[in-house]
Nanobody
Framework: QVQLVESGGGLVQAGGSLRLSCAAS????????MAWFRQAPGKERELVAG???????YYTDSVKGRFTIARNNAKNTMYLDLNSLKPEDTGVYYC???????????WGQGTQVTVSS
């Protein structure tokens, strides 16, 4: 089992920045991919950014050039730098992890990001 704990959410004005962190514990040797998902009010959860154990990254189009994902495998921690924030970035951000094969099966409790206009 892998346990994930997010931190770093908050309220920020449009154009501002935040850093989210996700600390993993438990069976961390099984983690291959880690990712950030978000769920806006009334919308489905969407994949925002992901990163493999070797550092290969993925971003959804709406955040490219504004968000940066990174991970420190030695510290079992993943980060998401959110810059040039927009009101449409508002939502609950979830950290997730998976093995090399399969679906995301470990989830954090979520952290709220609210961007005011």
């Amino acid at each position: 089992q892998v346990q994930l704990v997010e931190s770093g959410g908050g309220l920020v004005q449009a154009g501002g920045s935040l850093r989210l962190s996700c600390a993993a514990s438990g069976r961390t040797s099984s983690i291959y991919f880690m990712a950030w998902f978000r769920q806006a009010p009334g919308k489905e959860r969407e994949l925002v950014a992901g990163i493999s154990i070797v550092g290969r990254t993925y971003y959804t189009d709406s955040v490219k050039g504004r968000f940066t994902i990174a991970r420190n495998n030695a510290k079992n921690t993943m980060y998401l730098d959110l810059n040039s924030l927009k009101p449409e970035d508002t939502g609950v951000y979830y950290c997730a992890s998976k093995e090399e094969i399969g679906t995301y099966n470990s989830w954090g409790q979520g952290t709220q990001v609210t961007v005011s206009s």
